[in-house]
């Protein structure tokens, strides 16, 4: 049983690279509430804890080198957010097999890859908010995190 934070991290992480990626290269204000839905501030007008996870997990993002942005709207979005490398070739790749390390090619006699070629991240992605599976998403997001890349 994974914390919940951490799933929430894997859901906003992906509706975050799936937007991007369907804007891609487009630059594009991202707003949190896009993503995390409309905020509820308190009394003291501070963003929701739900809010600032979100926006976090933009940033966060940002940092690790999946996206570029040129500056924050205050804690409520991302101005000319935009895929990077890194991230879009991450989620154009296909994840490697669970029974295969990750800088080792599909094997041509592997029954699997002659006939049905590998799904992308993106794919796996999408697939698994599809299905509204948690276990699929973090599992999907775990994969993408994890891979190893010179791009940055």
Request: with cysteine.
């Amino acid at each position: 049983m994974s914390d919940i934070h951490i799933d929430v991290f894997y859901k906003d992480a992906c509706l975050i690279l799936l937007q991007l990626y369907k804007n891609f290269p487009k630059k594009m204000t991202m707003l949190v509430e896009d993503i995390a839905g409309p905020d509820e501030p308190d009394e003291f007008g501070l963003a929701s804890e739900r809010h600032q996870a979100c926006f976090a997990a933009m940033i966060w993002l940002a940092e690790a080198g999946y996206l570029s942005y040129l500056e924050t709207i205050r804690q409520e979005a991302l101005d000319q957010a935009v895929l990077s490398h890194k991230g879009f070739t991450l989620l154009t790749a296909a994840p490697h097999p669970p029974n295969q390390l990750p800088h080792q090619p599909p094997q041509e006699q592997d029954p699997i890859y002659k006939f049905n070629p590998p799904l992308t991240h993106i794919t796996q992605l999408r697939t698994a908010l599809q299905n509204a599976s948690s276990s699929q998403l973090a599992t999907a997001m775990r994969d993408i995190l994890t891979q190893p890349t010179s791009a940055n």
